[in-house]
């Protein structure tokens, strides 16, 4: 398992942006996949967008969750040794804790039980 870290999250207001980092504990170039999901209070944990340096999607590594695209990029440092969601046009249904999650392999899987390595979570709050 890779040891994953999330930073970057705090308050914001209402179409303001934010960008997450998910670092990892050691360097890799074996391929892997890197998943955002967040969780809101009171409901599930949801797929948020997921990000592979082996893969290509119209041209980049990122897949998103329909509802996100356009608002959220997803991309990897060039070092492969982090991965960050920028969020843009923040709205306070976006409020909830981010989690970064990876799998070895290069395969985007929306699903929770794909993903073996997970971080502590970073909160991110969208209010005036």
């Known amino acids: 398992q890779v040891r994953l870290v999330e930073s970057g999250g705090g308050l914001v207001q209402p179409g303001g942006s934010l960008t997450l980092s998910c670092a990892f504990s050691?360097?890799?170039?074996?391929?892997?996949?890197v998943a955002w999901f967040r969780q809101a209070p009171g409901k599930e944990r949801e797929f948020v967008g997921a990000f592979s340096w082996n893969i290509n999607i119209n041209g980049n590594g990122a897949y998103y969750a329909n509802p996100l695209k356009g608002r959220f990029n997803i991309s990897g440092s060039d070092a492969r040794d982090t991965v960050y969601l920028q969020m843009t046009t923040l709205q306070p249904e976006d409020t909830a804790i981010y989690y970064c999650a990876a799998t070895r392999g290069a395969k985007i899987s929306t699903t929770r039980s794909s993903y073996d390595s997970w971080g502590q979570g970073t909160q991110v709050t969208v209010s005036s």
């Open positions: 050691e360097r890799t170039f074996s391929p892997i996949t």
